[in-house]
Every structure is written in C-alpha cells, then in structure tokens.
C-alpha cells in the first residue's frame, strides 16, 4: 500500500458522507475518521451537520477523539509474505555482493540494495504473528531504508545533470501539479544544535531558475547548495505541502 492509496481510501470516505443519513452517517464518519480524516470542522462540513453531531457519532462508534494513539485501521493488503520472501531473498542474492565487496557500491547498487531489505521487511511486516514491538521496528526500519533509497537516487539524479536543468525539470512538474493542489513557496526551520544553541534557515525558490534557495542569519551555516540538496529539499517542501493540503 503505498501514499496515494491511502489518500484514495480517505477521499471515498470523505466524498461518500454527503450522500449520509441518520442511519449510517455514525458508520460512514468512523470511516473516515479511520481512514485519516482527523479534523472534526472538515467532517461536519462534508456530513452537512454540527460539530457535536461528529462528537457523538464517533464516540457511538468506539473511538476517542483525544487519543493520540488512535491508529487508523488497517487496509487488506494485497500481497502476502509468501509472494514477497522468494523476492526479498533473490534481491538479497542477487545484490548483497554488489554492496559488501566495495567500499564504494554506488549511488544505484546503494538504491538496489536498500530497496533488498526493504522487501524483507515488507515480508515480515505482513505476517500477522509478528509482535507488536517488533513490528513498530520493522515499520521503522522500511521507512529509513527507503529513505536511504531516495538520497542515493537524488545523487544519482544529480549527477547526471547541472543545478539549473534540474530545477527547470521540477518546475516544469510543479506547473503541472500546482492546477490541482497548492505548491509550498518556502519554509522557515529552527534547529536545535547538540550544544544547545538554535538557528534559523529559510528556504525558498530563486526567482527566474527555480532554484531552491537557503538563507540564515547564523555563520554556522553553509547556504550554498549542491544539485542535489536542491532535490532533496525540494521534495522534503513537497511532502510538508501534501501534509498541510490534507488539513485544508
């Protein structure tokens, strides 16, 4: 199951509570609080009621609103450990010498390799006797190889091309993009430093080329950027627009 998926399960239940009765609108509101939905104005909106008519609907259903534990519930999957093991292990074959015989595999064979243990954990995570401590470290575990993967990819991205081709390419997406959903314009962060002290960065879009722009105040920061950091800030914006686009 991957991100559009589950937006698309959030999105049918959304657009399926106008159509809601006194009959079923408890159960079609459970869904799509379960489904990711959290904000009670969007739901009371979408059902055509009140805000205390959401309350009460959701608490006749089971679920405590002021749990931050609340996890959604969980979707069929369509693959089973059984179809993803024979591919994890060929994976694993097939690339761990790739890796383990260089100090240097490579931006791709990085990317391959990390996608190998991945499957793996893709595998465990579908099997249903799995303990729950070892599932939420499984889960974690996906998470930051796949994370791996996407640096090594942007390194490759840019290394096959120059800052300003690369920022005419995503801006030619963000045009495609932004008549659907709307587009970040930049970010202000704070950092928290290990000794304690904190900085401000400013992230932002060069005028004319697109390209990402990083400013501060502070000296302790280099604010020239490689092709890239450009990519990887680039979609770390994209990921915080598509987060605050689902709360409008």
């Known amino acids: 199951m991957n991100a559009s998926d589950t937006d698309s399960a959030r999105l049918t239940a959304l657009a399926a509570l106008p159509q809601s009765t006194e009959e079923n609108r408890a159960e079609l509101l459970g869904t799509a609080w379960l489904t990711g939905t959290r904000n009670i104005t969007e739901l009371a909106s979408a059902a055509g009621t009140d805000r205390d008519t959401v309350h009460a609907a959701l608490t006749a259903r089971g679920i405590d609103i002021r749990d931050p534990d609340a996890a959604p519930a969980p979707r069929p ?3 089973t450990a059984g179809l993803v093991e024979p591919v994890a292990r060929q ?7 790739l890796v383990h015989d260089t100090h240097d595999p490579g931006p791709l064979t ?14 465990a995570l579908l099997l249903d006797e799995l ?14 190889r796949l994370q791996i993967a996407l640096h ?14 690369l920022a005419a390419q995503t801006a030619r997406t963000d045009a495609e993009i932004s008549v659907l959903q709307p587009l970040p314009s930049g970010a202000t962060v704070t950092l928290t430093l290990p000794s304690g002290e904190s900085l401000t960065a400013r992230l932002g879009s060069e005028e004319g080329t697109g390209l ?4 501060s105040d502070s000296p302790l920061l280099d604010t020239v950027l490689e092709a890239h950091d450009h990519l990887e800030l680039h979609t770390a914006l994209d990921t915080v627009a598509q987060v605050l686009t689902r709360h409008l």
């Open 91 to 97: 994976a694993e074959e097939a690339f761990g010498p």
């Open 110 to 123: 990085t990317v391959t390799w990390q996608l190998a243990i991945a499957y793996r954990s893709i595998a």
């Open 131 to 144: 303990p729950d401590a070892e599932r939420e470290e499984t889960a974690e575990e996906l998470s930051d």
């Open 212 to 215: 990402t722009t990083l400013g």
């Open 152 to 165: 090594n990819s942007h390194i490759y991205r840019a290394s096959r091309s120059t800052p300003r081709r």
């Open 77 to 79: 999957e369509r693959v």
